[in-house]
């Protein structure tokens, strides 16, 4: 491949797979025009298959085919990350014979034939398709869409192929070329997301999936347990970490992530299919394992952030892995590390992956001039309000079609009246988090209404805090934000305390530790939200609203209007709107029992 094409448009294509959450990216002329998730199309949640279906949205959405493309980058160095999964598998033999026939299946049949999977796939030669490190593309993913001309970055997963912590700096000078240094990495097996992701395995939740419960569940203990993860994680006079392998088994297994001896340490795991009993002392030994190794994780992120900021001397911080959906360490870095701003991009994990390869395939591997990207996670396909319109219609709904004034005002009251109102617009977000494109909103002051629709849309744990979204010029008053704080609640990405005074009116987003992950919305990024958050504020007295993905369990975030429709049909949503159509439910609506106090 031809490493100086500098200023000759390029269309780079970039694809994460075979681990979590594939996606595919595509990026044309250095600026990103389309990402999205593998699962957002197959409806299969977090889908690891080959992203087929999202590489071929991206092409058709941008008028391509792949003979256009100059290049398609995959996430990872499949070679790497088979031979660490091999030497692994090797080293702990005979421990390991089980999981060695895993190791094999999966990466002999996907992981290391990447390259002939794509070629055969798109129909392009072989020498288009390269290469970046899993770390690379977290850092770029990371970095290259953050607004920031300089930057400390801090990568942080599970593992990669090696890697599973990188710490270094970039650089985009103006009118220059970019370049991202990562200097110093920590190896497989000692991970701090392994670390987190064990202890997910152990309290029951399903692992690259069930973090966020951990740390939801935190909130409900105390770290009384700290001492004991520590013997764990072990700092290293270097200012990194070891992990003592005796307690895991993660790195000879692949079904089993703690070992006897962690057992032994912290009593026995919980069975995934009890529900957690916050009322008991075993419930509560399970919480207080989770806010000790939640309190474990932020004290070696901070310890190290600060270092890193010691050393760089900068003021921003770019923080990219699935560690960095951490919003409460995130929150904590902000505050102790002293960088004054910290950008997490929307999809800090493995799918942002897929636009973080196709970004450093164009600034550093091909050298191409430096671009600011558009600072909003709107990448996916649109919503087709005919769509809604003719299902919803056929369906015998109440359809309506309503100019922006009127709609938004129909919504504002239905959301004072108490109702649950799904919200579909514009483009699917690229991430985990539905960020005002994709949610489910209602009032929320009230307890009841968090408990409503955890049992009649999200049929999830109740320990589970919903979010709240807040215009940006209201959040201080609601949220103790502290400096930087409303850039981290940009994507959601921080969790900070709700105002003391407004906890009780705030009941519904509030967590039992008087915390709440909060949307700080700008106002141009998703206009329409921001006006519904004005009308809501002007009939109650508080521009807030209880924002949580649209989706029931198990399923992934809806895509389509057809499938907002289909979800609304099925579970306690009550108005569905895709601008400019608003359907409600024809029969008596459950809302109506709910009433909000927040003029009280
Ligand atoms: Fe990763």
Not at 33 to 51: G, H, W, Y
Not at 150 to 158: E, K, N, S, V
Not at 185 to 196: D, T
Request: overall charge neutral; some cysteine; hydrophobic content about 40%.
């Amino acid at each position: 491949m031809n490493r100086s094409r500098a200023n000759i448009e390029m269309k780079i294509l970039g694809i994460s797979a075979h681990y979590h959450d594939s996606a595919a990216a595509l990026i044309c002329d250095g600026v990103p025009v389309c990402a999205v998730q593998e699962e957002r199309l197959s409806r299969r949640k977090n889908d690891a298959a080959f992203p087929a279906a999202a590489i071929e949205w991206c092409l058709d959405h941008a008028g391509l085919s792949p003979d256009d493309l100059d290049a398609v980058v995959f996430y990872e160095r499949s070679m790497l990350k088979f031979e660490r999964i091999l030497n692994s598998a090797l080293r702990a033999f005979p421990k390991s014979w089980r999981s060695f026939p895993h190791a094999m299946k999966n990466s002999l049949g996907e992981k290391v034939w990447v390259r002939g999977i794509i070629a055969s796939h798109l129909g392009i030669p072989r020498r288009k398709i390269l290469f970046t490190r899993h770390h690379q593309s977290h850092a770029a993913a990371a970095f290259l869409t953050a607004p920031s001309r300089r930057a400390a970055i801090l990568t942080a997963d599970g593992v990669g192929e090696w890697a599973t912590l990188t710490v270094g700096h970039g650089e985009r000078p103006a009118n220059g070329r970019a370049s991202i240094s990562l200097l110093r990495e920590i190896r497989f097996p000692h991970s701090l997301g392994m670390l987190y992701s064990t202890f997910t395995a152990y309290l029951g939740f399903a692992v690259n999936e069930g973090e966020y419960k951990v740390m939801g569940l935190a909130a409900h203990g105390r770290p009384t347990q700290v001492d004991r993860v520590r013997r764990l994680i072990r700092r290293t006079a270097d200012g990194a970490f070891a992990l003592d392998m005796d307690y895991f088994e993660y790195q000879s297994s692949a079904s089993r992530s703690y070992s006897s001896r962690f057992v032994q340490l912290f009593g026995p795991p919980r069975n995934a299919y009890e529900p957690i009993d916050l009322d008991t002392a075993e419930g509560q030994r399970f919480a207080d394992c989770a806010a000790s190794v939640q309190r474990v994780l932020e004290d070696t992120l901070v310890d190290m952030t600060r270092a890193l900021h010691r050393e760089t001397g900068l003021p921003d911080l770019c923080l990219g892995g699935g560690v960095a959906l951490n919003g409460v360490a995130n929150a904590r870095i902000l505050a102790e590390s002293g960088f004054e701003r910290v950008f997490v991009p929307p999809a800090p994990g493995d799918a942002g992956c897929a636009l973080g390869a196709a970004l450093y395939a164009d600034r550093i591997y091909f050298g191409q001039p430096d671009r600011d990207v558009q600072d909003h996670p709107f990448w996916g396909p649109s919503v087709n309000s005919k769509d809604l319109l003719r299902a919803a219609g056929e369906d015998g709904q109440n359809v309506e079609e309503l100019a922006d004034p009127q709609l938004i005002d129909r919504a504002a009251d239905e959301l004072h009246a108490g109702s649950v109102v799904g919200w579909m617009e514009g483009a699917c977000e690229f991430g985990p988090r539905a960020l005002g494109h994709r949610s489910i909103l209602a009032a929320p002051h009230s307890s009841e209404m968090r408990d409503r629709i955890n049992r009649d849309i999200k049929y999830r744990e109740e320990f589970r805090p919903f979010a709240p979204v807040t215009n940006a010029e209201s959040a201080d008053r609601y949220f103790e934000l502290p400096p930087g704080g409303a850039r981290l609640g940009r994507f959601m990405s921080g969790v900070f305390p709700v105002r003391p005074e407004w906890r009780k009116r705030l009941a519904a987003i509030t967590h039992v530790n008087g915390t709440a992950r909060v949307q700080v919305l700008e106002r141009e990024m998703a206009p329409r939200l921001s006006a519904l958050l004005d009308a809501y504020g002007r009939r109650t007295g508080i521009p807030v609203l209880l924002h949580t993905s649209f989706n029931v369990a198990g399923e992934p975030i809806v895509c389509s209007a057809l499938e907002g429709y289909s979800t609304f049909r099925r579970c306690g949503i009550d108005m569905l709107v895709a601008t400019p159509v608003v359907v409600t439910k024809r029969g008596p609506s459950i809302a109506k029992s709910v009433k909000e106090e927040a003029t009280a």
